[in-house]
């Protein structure tokens, strides 16, 4: 089978590039004009196959984790991408959350990686969930739990640190982990379930906060219509979604465009669902249209290659 570091990586880049055109679009707007293959231009006048901050992250954790784990390159890593555009399409910024951008801010200032994220509610952006999955295949073949979720909490918090974030970050890299390992969709969604809201009793977290994911955790997300699943900028809606949009499709291209046409902020929501939906179907399902447009594709190919022999993800 096709190596599941590339599947994913390359999932969550093609999902974001295919996003960017239409980021802030309504869903009436792509109702009417759907998105089904790469565009060029539009939001951000970027020429076609370019990705945004989702996979610039992802890319420079990825990067940092060819190396091993360590918590200020990581920050670091973040610094030289806003300084001076590290693992951009095209070698500068276009685009940046208000709460990663702040955080960055404190991190060239000199705070540590472990203090620099916003602890506040109303920094719940999906910022540190859209550059989150790397972490999937570094513990892979972690048994504890707490260790999972302390790196995932470390990692997260850089940027964002309050717990709607971290948690949602969890319950993503747990439930990459299980399609990493093989397990099937329903097996996947099953475990996290257990394991997140077992975990959650165990820590004594905030009851809630906690029930704030009753829909993903408790319920089948899966079940809902498509009119109550947002599209946003907001953590929880961003897993929501892209939970929703991989269980009810059949194939990665389903996946993303089903993410990409539910509006709003499109490119992170395909570049989260992609990260699943590629580890999942494999790279061989991906378009090879879409991995042809996209920018810099050699380079990406490269890092997975890397990060793949690091952590003995050929399977």
Known sequence: MENKVKAGIMGVCIGDALGVPVEFKDRDYLKKFPVTEMQEFGSHSQPKGTWSDDSSLTLCLAEV?????????????????????????????FDIGVTTREAITRLIKGESARFSGSIFEEDNGNGSLMRILPL???????????????????????????????FSCFIYVIFAIQLIK??????????????ALE???KQWFSLNEVELFHRVLKNDISGYPEDEIRGSGYVLHSLEASLWCFLNSESYSEAVLKAVNLGEDTDTTAAITGGLAGIYYGFENIPQQWVDELVRKDDIEKLCEKLSNKYSINQ
């Not at 060819?66 to 500068?92: D, M, P």
């Not at 397990?183 to 257990?194: D, G, L, R, S, V």
């Open 136 to 166: 999937a295949f570094y513990l892979k073949d972690e048994e504890n739990i707490e260790k999972i979720y302390q790196t995932v909490k470390e990692v997260s918090t850089i940027t964002h640190g309050h717990f709607r974030s971290v």
């Open 65 to 93: 984790l060819t190396k091993g784990y360590n918590l200020e390159k990581i920050g670091q890593s973040f610094v030289k991408w806003v300084r001076y555009g590290h693992w951009t399409a095209h070698g500068r910024l």
């Open 199 to 201: 975990y959650s009793e």
């Open 182 to 195: 093989g397990k099937n969709k329903t097996e996947a969604y099953t475990h996290i379930q257990k394991v």
